[in-house]
């Protein structure tokens, strides 16, 4: 157990329909990482979050957008959705003083 | 930008022999970080070993071993006495940059355990 908790684990939508995803870090991490584990992608970074603040976006649609609130949970909230969107979403945390992320369990995404 | 490079997309191992896994990269920056993750059929992030570039003694976690040559750019994962409960996808990922920290994984490599 990574101690970063994601929720839901699975998620069963329509395209078009908007979802959000949450996240909770590991204890006194202030860094959120969100990533994208699709069939064809890969891992890909999405989004950064540090103490609240976005700090680095990687190749994240518009169509998804993502927050920090000040109890450091996060989530990702994804709109519009499209069949490619299918897939496996992780957060990460990670302490200030050390460079390794600890993922969470993921949440599946299915768009049908 | 940094890209990670893993040429073996499967790799099988008799259980209880070693194995190595490859991997190159490749960073403009100077201080960056190496890892290797499993993704075991769960799906879960685990991380392995983790490797310092600025350390030149090769890190080692219990029966994993990393063969980091910075030169090359190559950071390959031993596995030693290879047994059922390794058999998983294993990602090797790069952190450069210390302001922009996100992980630039691999394509991933499939191994197999073989009884």
């Known amino acids: 157990d990574s101690g970063v908790t994601q929720t839901p684990k699975h998620l069963i939508t329509a395209t078009g329909q908007r979802v959000t995803l949450r996240c909770s870090p590991r204890?006194?991490?202030?860094?959120v990482y969100w990533y994208q584990q699709s069939l064809d992608q890969g891992l890909q970074f999405l989004i950064q979050?540090?103490?609240?603040?976005?700090?680095a976006k990687g190749n994240i649609l518009e169509r998804f957008s993502a927050q920090q609130f000040p109890d450091l949970h996060s989530e990702l909230n994804l709109s519009s959705l499209e069949l490619g969107d299918s897939a496996l979403y992780f957060c990460?945390?990670?302490?200030?003083?050390?460079?390794?992320?600890?993922f969470g369990p993921g949440t599946r995404l299915t768009v049908l | 930008a940094q890209t990670v490079t893993q040429s073996q997309p499967e790799m099988s191992v008799q259980e209880a022999e070693t194995v190595t896994l490859s991997c190159t990269y490749d960073?403009?920056?100077?201080?960056?970080?190496l890892f290797w993750y499993k993704q075991p059929p769960s799906r879960q992030m685990i991380l392995v070993i983790r490797?310092?570039?600025?350390?030149?003694q090769n890190a080692t976690e219990n029966r994993f071993s990393v063969n980091f040559q910075k030169a090359a750019k190559s950071f390959s994962l031993k596995i030693s006495d290879s047994q059922l409960g390794d058999a998983a996808m294993y990602f090797c990922?790069?952190?450069?940059?210390?302001?922009?920290?996100?992980?630039?994984f691999g394509t991933g490599t499939r191994l197999t355990i073989i009884p």
């Open positions: 490797q310092e570039a600025y350390k030149q």
């Open positions: 979050y540090y103490n609240g603040e976005e700090r």
């Open positions: 960073t403009s920056e100077s201080d960056y970080y």
């Open positions: 204890s006194g991490d202030l860094s």
């Open positions: 990460a945390s990670s302490s200030r003083l050390q460079w390794e992320q600890f």
């Open positions: 990922a790069c952190i450069s940059n210390f302001g922009n920290e996100k992980l630039t």
